[in-house]
């Protein structure tokens, strides 16, 4: 879809009538690259955009760069002892053991004699595609099987979101992001260690990448970083030595706005996150209890169930009041918020240590109406799929009823739907005569008048 000259589409895993799947649109991508390819993510072992990769790195002769958490124990949260011994936890150790299969493949063990570029950081978290640096693809979902595809066992499924966007400014943005990350970091350019004990395998050089000195993350800040037609590109971004990030340059962009967006909320915070952890010194968990507690906005949250353990003490006794909802999943790992202004996609769980603070992590802060309904339509489907959320639909589909004729943003109750209405938003504007005391609609309306009734009589 083209929203407001932009070119911006809602992509998601479940076969959804009208929504693009993510893996048809990576794939997709990845086939119509010209130049290069930019790639992020924590686990790649979907069979499918392995093969795609080769074939593109022998067409592209390299020029492939890919940036992974690539040391084993970086994979695993902290979890419930019941989720270690559960065969999920099992299915995840498969699943780490064809990603390292996989890495052998892209990084020149196979027959095509191709090989994609492969560096390893340990907090890369980020999840995100570029392609020729015009059009990128940023998603909650790993490139791995479970992420996206949907198959017969249900314990297999996530659910996942994601935006694929060609809005020049932002990918460059991106671009600039994932180069600085990619030469300059730190642990970013370390052999990566597979499963096997002794099981090292070294990073691919293909010397054609972007080798520079520049200082990219001042380049992005010269990119004057401000939103850009309705979205704004937001960020963790973990190094270890804060003395080496350029002068305004903030790196945890995505916590700034997350507290932004919650502080100035007056009607409803929905939330849906693979975890909600670790939140002491973020200012979040307190921004939620005030608004709450204080303030009565309207807050749903989703997390997977594996996670209910992890979940903070705090926000689970809120629970208690009526306009506070925790629900959990089998199986979201979808990451966006939606309040009544703004939906926030991140490929960051709201995590005091993995995603807030700690990680490199990428996301998109939009307002367009048209996105935001699909986010909405997806996040009541997942709430939908919740035990005991019948009572909650039934709640939110009775207040979607409140909605402003004019501009179509929902309200809670009635009294929020006419303080909206009786607001200047919607009042017509009036330009005052300098003259006399008459309004106008218009300025031409206004000179006419001026001109008529006071130049020609004086």
Known sequence: ??????????????????????????????????????????????????????????????????????ERNNYRYQLSPAYKNSVESEIDDLQEKYNFKALQELSGSNSLGAAVEIRGHSNCHAKFLIIDEKVMVICSANFTHSSLEIGPYPILNRNEVGLRIEDTKLVQQLTILFKDMYLLRYNAQYPFKGPEKGEIHPVVYSRQIIHNNKNNLSELIDTKINPTNGLELIWTYDIIDEKYYPTRFNPKKFLDRLKDILENEDQFVYITAYSIADLAGTEIDDLLIRKANDEKIKIIIIIDVKNKDRLPEKLKELEALDNFDIFYHPGTHAKFILTSKNWMISTANIDGTHGLRNSFEVGILGVDPEIYQKFKDFYFDLLSECQNSKEILSQISSNERLRCGKCGRSFINKNNLNDHLNSLTHQPRTIDCPHCAMKFKSEQSLNQHIKVKHLESN
């Open 1 to 70: 879809m083209s929203v407001s000259g932009k070119k911006i589409s809602f992509l998601i895993t479940h076969n959804k009538k009208g929504v693009v799947s993510l893996k048809e649109e990576i794939v997709r991508l990845i086939n119509s690259a010209e130049k290069n390819i930019f790639l992020s993510t924590w686990l790649l072992n979907l069979e499918e955009v392995k093969d795609v990769l080769l074939k593109k790195a022998s067409e592209l002769k390299g020029h492939i760069y890919c940036l992974m958490a690539i």
